[in-house]
């Protein structure tokens, strides 16, 4: 029975950022969202996003409007997911699709902004679980020898699907 897992990591970004990649899209997203805030905010009667989309339900195009932003800063990362190790210490997991969410923002302070990139993974073979290790492959094994990754779950990190074939 061979398992093709998809998972999800979960990277919430705020004014904590240490890393230089962290700290531009937070920046960069910020600066986004105050430009893109006018927009919904014309009478100036709000200054979080919060507020905002409790009276405007079109609040929500706001994730879809500041994605852009970030996407030269993930070409950076040539398609490999942040934070997500093998046990020794490699990033192995690569991701196919993103999704942008704002969770929350005020115009009148950079510290109150927070964002999270949700990162899907590429099918992955889920081969055995050790204790609280999966043993993963990134290939339908065809041969007797298959590269594998051992990897440990983490917060923030979901196991999104799981295909099963029973073939």
């Known amino acids: 029975m061979i398992k093709s897992v998809v998972?999800?990591?979960?990277?919430?970004?705020?004014?904590n950022a240490v890393l230089p990649w962290e700290k531009m899209v937070f920046e960069d997203s910020y600066l986004e969202f105050k430009m893109q805030f006018q927009y919904y905010n014309q009478q100036r009667l709000y200054y979080t996003f919060a507020e905002l989309s409790q009276q405007d339900t079109n609040a929500d195009n706001l994730h879809f409007l500041i994605s852009p932003t970030i996407s030269g800063y993930l070409k950076q990362l040539n398609g490999k997911i942040p934070d997500i190790l093998n046990t020794i210490g490699k990033?192995?997991?690569?991701?196919?699709?993103?999704?942008?969410?704002?969770?929350?923002?005020?115009?009148?302070?950079?510290?109150?902004?927070?964002?999270?990139?949700?990162?899907?993974?590429?099918p992955l073979l889920w081969l055995d679980?050790?204790?609280?290790?999966?043993?993963?492959?990134?290939?339908?094994?065809?041969?007797?020898?298959?590269?594998?990754?051992?990897?440990?779950?983490?917060?923030?990190?979901?196991?999104h699907s799981l295909t099963i074939n029973n073939g």
């Open 7 to 15: 998972f999800c990591y979960r990277k919430v970004i705020d004014s």
């Open 91 to 122: 990033r192995f997991m690569k991701f196919e699709k993103y999704q942008f969410e704002l969770i929350n923002s005020d115009i009148r302070n950079i510290s109150n902004h927070q964002i999270a990139i949700n990162f899907y993974s590429e």
């Open 129 to 159: 679980t050790i204790d609280d290790y999966l043993l993963l492959s990134d290939v339908i094994p065809q041969e007797e020898t298959v590269l594998t990754n051992l990897f440990r779950l983490q917060p923030f990190v979901n196991i």
